[in-house]
Structures are given as C-alpha cells and as structure tokens.
C-alpha cells in the first residue's frame, strides 16, 4: 500500500510559466516532507523540505506548500525553465520510524519546453 | 570535496553470480541507505545502518545483504537469490536523528544477462 502517492505521471509546460507538482500521503505521522529531483542515470538531489508545523516553504523558484489536513502537498516551480526537465520525487518521514527512512512517490516527469 | 561515491556506474553479472555495489561517503555522516529504482517507479528502501556494525532491513532486503564495518563504507551485495536484480541502485546518507534530508550518490546500474 503506497503512504505516498503522486498521481501524475508526468507534466508538461512552457518555459516561463508554472509547474505545480502534487503529492499526496496516507500515512498522519508523516511530519517532514522534502522534494527531490533527478536527471536520468543520476542520483537524487534535494530540492526543498518542509516541517508539519508550517504551511509554506520557498527557496529562489521553489514553494512546497503543504495541507495536513487533506494531507497533500505541491511543489511550485516558477518560472519554469528547460534545465528544470527531470523527474521529481516527494518523500516523506515518520518521526516514529527508526533510522530517519523515508517513504518515497513514484514521481513525476516534468518536461519544460522551451 | 565532500560527498558519495558509488561504484562502477555499470555493471553487468551472468545470472547466478553475486555482485557487490561499493558506497563510500566523506560527509562523516552516521546513517547510510541503500535504495533500488525500477523504470518508473520510485525509490525503495533496501537495508540502513544507523552506525557502525548495525544495520537494519528495509521494505524489499529479500536477495540482497550488506555489512557496515566502517562509518564511511556501506557495500551492498546483490546475491543470486534476488530474483530480479536488473535495476538502479542508489546509496544515500544522512546524519542520525529524525527529520534529516539524505544525499544521494550517483548510482549504479546493474544489468544482470
């Protein structure tokens, strides 16, 4: 049973416009989420995060904004560029869970084209 | 430079052989992860370590094995019992606590023919 889900597969957009990328979890004790995104046959790199305890979060072109109580977030790309084409992953962490695991959504593709 | 390395970026092994994915980090971080990425999936968990000498299984550790005889190396074998070993695995690491953001290395990908 996935905790964390991202329903869209994939995402396309036009340079200068937004990407808002959705993630939702099942999972109530989830209280730190972060955004990560990934170019092929490289590893993650991390994006941005946020704490249950806030709402919104932004760094330069990124928000995570988060609604615990739908327990859903979004990431906000704005604006859009060609090198922000990667898949991009949400996760999230159980303060309960031993050893800071983190539970992962499928992804999304985002192509920006130009 | 401060970092993970993994090692070799590909590799490929005749079905039946064990193969081992090297993980090194000089983050002096106490955690270390090992994940697998199949074609459009996400990433699962395989096996962490805490610390030195402990390690625990992950959501999908059937097939696979590792050992964590020093903070900077978490080597993860791949045993011929796992029976779809073709993926890409990647190493992560972290400091210890709750609510800490992981680095990822850059991955291996392992062909098994």
């Known amino acids: 049973d996935q905790q964390v889900k991202q329903n869209s597969p994939s995402l396309s957009v036009q340079e200068g416009r937004i990407s808002i990328l959705n993630c939702d979890y099942t999972n109530s004790m989830f209280d730190y989420f972060l955004w990560y995104k990934k170019y092929p046959a490289e590893g993650p790199t991390f994006l941005i995060s946020?704490?249950?305890?806030?709402d919104k979060n932004e760094d330069g072109r990124f928000t995570v904004f988060l609604n615990k109580s739908a327990k859903h977030l979004s990431l906000h790309i704005v604006p859009s560029q060609p090198g922000d084409s990667a898949v991009y992953f949400c996760?999230?962490?159980?303060?309960?869970?031993?050893?800071?695991?983190?539970?992962f959504g499928g992804g999304t593709r985002v192509l920006v084209k130009p | 430079d401060g970092g993970i390395t993994q090692s070799p970026k590909y590799l490929f092994r005749k079905e039946g052989q064990n193969v081992t994915l090297s993980c090194e980090q000089n983050l002096n971080h106490d955690a270390m992860y090992w994940y697998r990425q199949d074609p459009g999936q996400g990433l699962r968990l395989i096996y962490y370590s805490q610390i030195v000498n402990d390690f625990q299984k992950g959501d999908i550790a059937e097939g696979y094995s590792v050992s964590r005889e020093k903070k900077e190396s978490f080597p993860l074998t791949v045993t011929s019992a796992q029976k779809n070993p073709t993926a890409f695995y990647l190493c992560?690491?972290?400091?210890?606590?709750?609510?800490?953001?992981?680095?990822f290395g850059p991955g291996t990908r392992l062909t098994v023919l």
């Open positions: 946020i704490s249950s305890i806030k």
């Open positions: 996760a999230a962490s159980d303060p309960e869970a031993a050893g800071n695991k983190l539970t």
């Open positions: 992560a690491s972290s400091i210890a606590g709750t609510s800490a953001r992981q680095f």
